[in-house]
Each structure stands twice: as structure tokens, then as C-alpha cells.
């Protein structure tokens, strides 16, 4: 059974940092050969797209309002991957998901359970 555990939200005032963590765990789940990323969804939105990183980390890929504010990186030894939010602001406001294994185009087949981030003005 495949299990990706979200930790590091919670409420952060504007302009500061926060870090979120994704461990992934199950027998079948090859960590290190998939490529994981970071979606979010605000309340009453729909879930978008935060950021991807590809099996090494020598590749990331950003949604363009979030460059230069967020990074992506990951640590095979570790199993994990996380997301660097620096600079927050109100509309980064969001529950934060974790994804692994790349389908197709922004779609990945296991999705973690979320981590709640809110920002306050």
C-alpha cells in the first residue's frame, strides 16, 4: 500500500516561509524513479498545479505565478520530497497536495491526503 504523508502546514503570517514535507512509503512505490509534485486547492477553487520535480531532481518545473516564490526539491535517501514557500501571501492560502508517479500531463496516480496552510494579512 502506497502512502504519501504531507507535514509542515499551518498558519504562517504574510511575507514569511514555511516548509512542507512529503515521506512517501509502500513496498511497491519506487521513490526514487518517479518523478512528485506539489498542487494545491484554495476554498472554492478548483486543485492547481504547484510544481513538479523529475526523478533526480535535476529537473523542476514551476506554475508561472509561483516562480522565484516556491522550490521544489526532494531527497531520495529520505523518501521525501518538499515544497519551500517563501515570500507567502494571503492567496497562497490552501490545502497542499503531494503527488507521486507521473501519468500524463499534470496527472499523477497517488495523491496524498493534504496539508492545510493558511496566511494571514
Known amino acids: 500500500q502506497v502512502q504519501l504523508v504531507e507535514s509542515g502546514g499551518g498558519l504562517v503570517q504574510a511575507g514569511n516561509s514555511l516548509r512542507l514535507s512529503c515521506v512517501a512509503s509502500g513496498r511497491t512505490f519506487r521513490f526514487s524513479e518517479y518523478a512528485m509534485a506539489w498542487f494545491r486547492q484554495a476554498p472554492g477553487k478548483q486543485r492547481e498545479f504547484v510544481a513538479t520535480?523529475?526523478?533526480?531532481?535535476?529537473?523542476?518545473f514551476y506554475a508561472e505565478p509561483l516562480k522565484g516564490r516556491f522550490t521544489i526539491s526532494r531527497d531520495n535517501a529520505k523518501n521525501t520530497v518538499y515544497l519551500q514557500m517563501d515570500q507567502v501571501k494571503p492567496e497562497d492560502t490552501a490545502v497542499y497536495f503531494c503527488?507521486?508517479?507521473?501519468?500524463?500531463?499534470?496527472?499523477?496516480?497517488?495523491w496524498g491526503q493534504g496539508t492545510q496552510v493558511t496566511v494571514s494579512s
Open positions: 503527488a507521486g508517479d507521473m501519468t500524463g500531463a499534470y496527472k499523477f496516480r497517488y
Open positions: 520535480i523529475d526523478w533526480n531532481g535535476a529537473n523542476t
